[in-house]
C-alpha cells in the first residue's frame, strides 16, 4: 500500500464547478502538507502550502487538512478550461524532509 | 520558465548504456532535488544536495549516482539502464534546506529501447 493515496480520475467538470480533490495517508508524522498543478509536459508547480489541520483559501483555491482522518482536501472553485491539469498532493514530517507525493488526479474541466 | 533548468529535455539509449542528466537550479538557490515520475510509480524522492553536500537519499538504486558541483548545478547518472528505468526526470530546487515551494524544471524524458 502506498504512503499517499491519490484517486487517478479523470475528474471531468463544466466550466464554472467547484473541483473536489482529495488525498488520503498513512503515515501520522506528516505535518506539512502541499497541493502541486502538472500540466502536461511540465513539472509541478506549487499551489497551496499548509502546516497541520485546518483550511487555508488562497484566491479560487481552498486546501483543507484533517489529520485525525489523515485526509487532505483541495478545492478550486468557478474551475476554468485552464484548471485542466494533474494535481498532485504532497507531504513531509518535517520542513526540512523530502516530499512524498500522491500519484495525482488529472482534472477535466470542460467549456 | 520556472528558472530551473534541465538538459537534455528528452533522450532515448538503449539498455546496458550510461546517461547524465543536467539541472541547473533557479539563481540563488542551494538545494537541489531529483524525482523519478513514472506512471505505476508517481513521483519518487532519489536524492538531495545542498551547497554541494549530500543530504538526504531516497529510492535511488545503487546504478544511479549523483553530484553537485560548486556552481550548484546538479548532475544524475544513470548506468546500466534497463527498461524499467524509463521514465521522467525532474529536478527541483529551493533557496535552503527547507521542502516549502519546490521549483521544479520540465525534466528531461528518458527513453530505454
Known amino acids: 500500500q502506498k504512503e499517499v493515496e491519490q484517486d487517478p480520475g479523470p475528474l471531468s467538470v463544466p466550466e464554472g464547478a467547484i473541483v473536489s480533490l482529495n488525498c488520503t495517508y498513512s503515515n501520522s508524522a506528516f505535518q506539512y502538507f502541499m497541493w502541486y498543478r502538472q500540466y502536461s509536459r511540465k513539472g509541478p508547480e506549487l499551489l497551496m502550502y499548509?502546516?497541520?489541520?485546518g483550511n487555508k483559501e488562497d484566491g479560487r483555491f481552498t486546501a483543507q487538512v484533517d489529520k485525525s482522518s489523515k485526509y487532505i482536501s483541495l478545492f478550486i472553485r468557478d474551475s476554468q478550461p485552464s484548471d485542466s491539469a494533474t494535481y498532485l498532493c504532497a507531504m513531509s514530517e518535517d520542513a526540512g524532509n523530502k516530499l512524498t507525493f500522491g500519484g495525482g488526479t488529472r482534472v477535466l474541466v470542460k467549456p | 520558465d520556472s528558472g530551473v533548468t534541465q538538459t537534455p529535455k528528452h533522450l532515448i539509449t538503449a539498455t546496458g548504456q550510461r546517461v547524465t542528466l543536467r539541472c541547473s537550479p533557479r539563481?540563488?538557490?542551494?538545494?537541489v532535488y531529483w524525482y523519478q515520475q513514472s506512471l505505476d510509480q508517481g513521483l519518487q524522492f532519489l536524492i538531495q544536495y545542498y551547497n554541494g553536500e549530500e543530504r538526504a537519499k531516497g529510492n535511488i538504486l545503487e546504478r544511479f549516482s549523483a553530484q553537485q558541483f560548486p556552481d550548484l548545478h546538479s548532475e544524475l547518472n544513470l548506468s546500466s539502464l534497463e527498461l524499467g528505468d524509463s521514465a521522467l526526470y525532474f529536478c527541483?530546487?529551493?533557496?535552503?534546506?527547507?521542502?516549502?515551494?519546490?521549483?521544479f524544471g520540465s525534466g528531461t524524458r528518458l527513453t530505454v529501447v
Open positions: 539563481s540563488g538557490d542551494l538545494s
Open positions: 527541483a530546487s529551493t533557496p535552503d534546506t527547507l521542502n516549502y515551494g519546490y521549483t
Open positions: 499548509t502546516y497541520s489541520s
